[in-house]
């Protein structure tokens, strides 16, 4: 079977740290894979590998529809269409909406002159479109900072499918997000399963991750402890497995 | 390629507002510039009422028009390198080490073309050598610059041995006109560059692919950078256009005294500065505009001719800079906290 994304035995060492051992992990096209683990099980490590930001340790594969990858780079994850919304601010507070959703790929004329216009007009259609603000009070040119953070989640999201990513990963999007907050949040990312995307969603969270995901793989001190297809488990028999692997680092 | 655009049915209308709300966010999002120009009408005003015989007639803007750009031309340049959220503190020693390599080519070359050219290449050097020590060793600017300030003292005094240079041979020359000399023999010649160099400056900050970039790597590195922003080709960037136009000022300068002075640039340290955070820009970066400075630049002119006017000594000149420094970058950090 071709996936999306492979990984193969992929390992990762700062220093003297581990972060990830041996990981297999895979992405499948159209699919919503939620990544589980505790605070520093290498969920942001592996993430991190692939945008290309950090290099994984030598002996590991990594596949993209099925075709080799030798070297993941920020610039060759964007070109595959791989796009990160980041649990660290992934939007720039201080600048308008506009300049947030085309960051880094502004439109612009071969000698670099921003066409201002045609982004605050793309901008404008896909708040309405895609963002669900009808407040008059936000236009293109109001600053982010003013935006709640499920907002502000939404923003990063609508600009991920807006330039075409094929596979969205979203670090932690409802760290520090009210329970409100939070549904607008998982709701963006339905809309990305309806898209005809692929994502990875990591959260610790189970009952965030449940609901949105296809398949869950839990991440455990760097290893993948075992994966569940949504429909294969209930809830409750998952945060049984959980509880498990937390107490004694094992799934069985 | 299906983007999410195309698959849309229904185009976007804004919703029409009133002139009300109009204006309302359009003082909002102007608010800074708009406080800006009221303290410099404030300043003017009350200097016209303090000497209504000098401030009514022109030979004062005639005098203010030919000073202001020597430290404008640099702030507007320095409030990109403060957008970045860095900070440059050795362009004074930058000035006067762009004028030695200036004065050495002209004494053995005689000609005032070759040695702008010269001195502008040592500016763009220097520059660049203050982008790699903050970006590629990784020095906090605020140190960096501060070493490469004396540096460059230092490189100028062993060169010149503390002697100056006199220029008068630039009289008449393309140079000399072309700079420093007086537009239907009236307005000064930097005045014009000064607005020529505010203008380029707003179009790259603001319309231009490479403002773009300044202000997000400003704000947020971490993002600006995932985001696949440049950020150490924007910041080395901006600290070689600063070095250029710190070169290019003290150019400016000792064409107009038509004289070097080895200690070329000592006292512009803090009128640029203070220009720059007048006019709003943040010390934390992110923020800032070209406009603000410029006007700021402006007010702090007045200031510095309003301190002369009224008979104060230059002791006061630090004291005042001083003071605008630390109060509008503590006002500016506790408006936009209540602004949040
Ligand atoms: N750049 C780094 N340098 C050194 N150690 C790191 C670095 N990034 C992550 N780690 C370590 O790797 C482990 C996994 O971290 P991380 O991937 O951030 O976990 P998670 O996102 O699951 O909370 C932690 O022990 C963390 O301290
Ligand atoms: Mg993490």
Same mark, same amino acid.
């Given at each position: 079977m071709e996936y999306l994304l492979q990984m193969v035995n992929i390992s990762k060492t700062f220093g003297e740290v581990k972060s990830l051992h041996n990981v297999n992990f895979e992405v499948g096209y159209n699919e919503v894979v939620g990544l589980l683990g505790d605070n520093g099980a290498g969920k942001s490590t592996l993430v991190k590998i692939i945008t290309g930001y950090h290099r994984p340790d030598p002996g590991g594969q990594i596949f993209w529809k099925g075709q080799p990858v030798d070297v993941m780079t920020v610039a060759k994850a964007r070109e595959l269409g791989i796009e990160v919304v980041y649990q660290e601010r992934a939007l720039a507070d201080q600048q308008s909406l506009w300049r947030n959703i085309f960051m880094g790929r502004e439109l612009s004329n071969r000698f670099g002159v921003l066409d201002v216009e045609g982004m605050r007009r793309e901008t404008a259609r896909l708040m309405q479109s895609h963002m669900g603000f009808t407040s008059k009070a936000i236009t293109p040119d109001s600053t982010v900072k003013t935006m709640s953070g499920g907002e502000r989640q939404g923003v990063a999201i609508v600009r991920a499918l807006y330039f075409q990513a094929e596979l969205i990963i979203l670090d932690e999007p409802t760290m520090g997000l009210s329970l409100s907050e939070t549904r607008k949040a998982l709701d963006f990312v339905n809309g990305i399963k309806e898209a005809s995307k692929s994502a990875i969603f990591i959260d610790h969270n189970i009952f965030h991750v449940y609901p949105v995901a296809d398949r869950i793989v839990v991440l455990d001190r760097g290893q993948v402890k075992g994966q569940f297809f949504k429909d294969q488990i209930t809830l409750d028999n998952l945060i049984a497995k959980l509880q498990h692997v937390a107490q004694t680092g094992r799934l069985e | 390629m299906n983007r999410v655009g195309e698959i849309e049915k229904f185009s976007a209308e804004i919703p029409s507002e009133t002139a009300r709300g109009k204006l309302s966010r359009f003082v909002r999002r102007y608010a800074m510039q708009i406080g800006i120009v009221l303290v410099g009408v404030l300043v003017w005003l009350l200097f016209l009422i303090g000497s209504p015989k000098t401030f009514l007639s022109f030979p004062i803007y005639a005098a203010y028009m030919s000073t202001t750009p020597f430290f404008a031309l640099m702030a507007l340049p320095l409030t990109l390198v403060i957008i970045t959220g860095e900070i440059d503190l050795s362009f004074p020693s930058i000035m006067a080490f762009g004028m030695t390599v200036y004065a050495l080519v002209l004494v053995s070359t005689g000609s005032h073309i070759l040695a702008f050219i010269a001195c502008m290449a040592a500016g763009l050097v220097a520059g660049l050598i203050n982008g790699v020590i903050v970006v590629? #060793? =990784? #020095?906090p600017s605020l140190v960096a610059t501060i070493g490469t300030q004396f540096f460059w003292r230092g490189v100028v005094l062993v060169i010149t041995g503390g002697n100056g240079t006199g220029l008068t041979s630039a009289i008449g020359g393309v140079l000399h006109t072309g700079l420093v000399g007086r537009l239907f023999g009236l307005i000064p010649a930097q005045m014009i560059w000064t607005i020529i160099v505010a203008i380029l400056v707003w179009f790259f900050l603001n319309r231009h692919r490479f403002g773009a970039h300044v202000y997000l790597s400003g704000d947020n590195v971490e993002s600006a950078r995932l985001m696949g922003v440049n950020v150490p080709r924007v910041k080395t960037l901006v600290f070689a256009i600063m070095g250029v136009a710190a070169a290019f000022a003290g150019v400016v300068v000792s064409l107009e005294v038509l004289y070097f002075w080895p200690?070329? =640039?000592? =006292?512009y340290l803090l009128s640029t500065l203070s220009s720059v955070f007048l006019g709003g820009t943040s010390v934390f970066g992110g923020t800032g505009t070209v406009f603000g400075t410029l006007v700021a630049s402006f007010i702090i002119g007045a200031i510095n001719a309003g301190i002369v006017a009224a008979g104060l000594t230059g002791f006061w000149t630090q004291l005042i800079y001083g003071l605008i420094i630390v109060m509008s970058v503590s006002l500016q950090t506790v408006l936009s906290r209540r602004l949040r």
């Open positions: - | 590629r #060793i =990784g #020095i200690t070329l =640039g000592e =006292g």
